[in-house]
T-cell receptor, first 112, second 115 residues
Framework: GENVEQHPSTLSVQEGDSAVIKCTYS??????FPWYKQELGKRPQLIID?????GEKKDQRIAVTLNKTAKHFSLHITETQPEDSAVYFC???????????FGAGTRLFVKA | EPEVTQTPSHQVTQMGQEVILRCVPI?????FYWYRQILGQKVEFLVS????????KSEIFDDQFSVERPDGSNFTLKIRSTKLEDSAMYFC?????????????FGDGTRLSIL
């Protein structure tokens, strides 16, 4: 069945360092890969997404890379700041996008 | 910017009672979703809805659950006979179009507490 694996479950970095979170997915028909940031008690907020016709997308300090052959996609945050501390989820839809599977989440701590 | 709105923000219900969670998706959106998030865990897909029909549902979405779009604006999730394990945050989301590579927009959620 469909599955999305996310690693690591917890990541602690010093302010200014980079953070990388990785996901793998199983449904080869998946064509859209969003990343969500969730602060405590809040809704998941879309921070960046990538479609399967591109390999990389960047938006200021965040970037996402996609390797469709290996079914991997990664979130990269550069120059991390304390306000980047949150739980980050990757996700992938099944064929048709009727069902979205979320990864287990990565709790990112950025130490000042 | 248009938003998905959910009410109530917090619902406390006795076990065995029925509960209805309400959502107003973004007005021109066509696909609607319900997700559940147990405290400290991942977001879990419950059901998707398009053209007044369920498109897909997960194993969690059993006979105790139902969804409805009663009036063209509201999108509701009903749990018929609540159990303790239904305690969770429930998020509604909507998507604008038919393409699966479009983003979903989430509401702020309803925290459901079953006593």
């Amino acid at each position: 069945g469909e599955n999305v694996e996310q690693h690591p479950s917890t990541l602690s970095v010093q302010e200014g360092d980079s953070a990388v979170i990785k996901c793998t997915y199983s449904d080869s028909a998946s064509n859209y890969f969003p990343w969500y940031k969730q602060e405590l008690g809040k809704r998941p907020q879309l921070i960046i997404d990538i479609r399967s016709n591109v390999g990389e997308k960047k938006d200021q300090r965040i970037a996402v890379t996609l390797n469709k052959t290996a079914k991997h996609f990664s979130l990269h945050i550069t120059e991390t700041q304390p306000e980047d501390s949150a739980v980050y989820f990757c996700a992938a839809p099944n064929t048709g996008g009727f069902k979205t599977i979320f990864g287990a989440g990565t709790r990112l701590f950025v130490k000042a | 910017e248009p938003e998905v709105t959910q009410t109530p923000s917090h619902q406390v219900t006795q076990m065995g009672q029925e509960v209805i969670l309400r959502c107003v998706p973004i007005s021109n959106h066509l696909y609607f979703y319900w997700y559940r998030q147990i405290l400290g865990q991942k977001v879990e897909f419950l059901v998707s809805f398009y053209n007044n029909e369920i498109s897909e549902k997960s194993e969690i979405f059993d006979d105790q659950f139902s969804v409805e779009r009663p009036d063209g604006s509201n999108f509701t999730l009903k749990i018929r006979s609540t159990k303790l394990e239904d305690s969770a945050m429930y998020f509604c989301a909507s998507r604008e179009g038919l393409l699966s590579n479009q983003p979903q927009h989430f509401g702020d959620g309803t925290r459901l507490s079953i006593l």
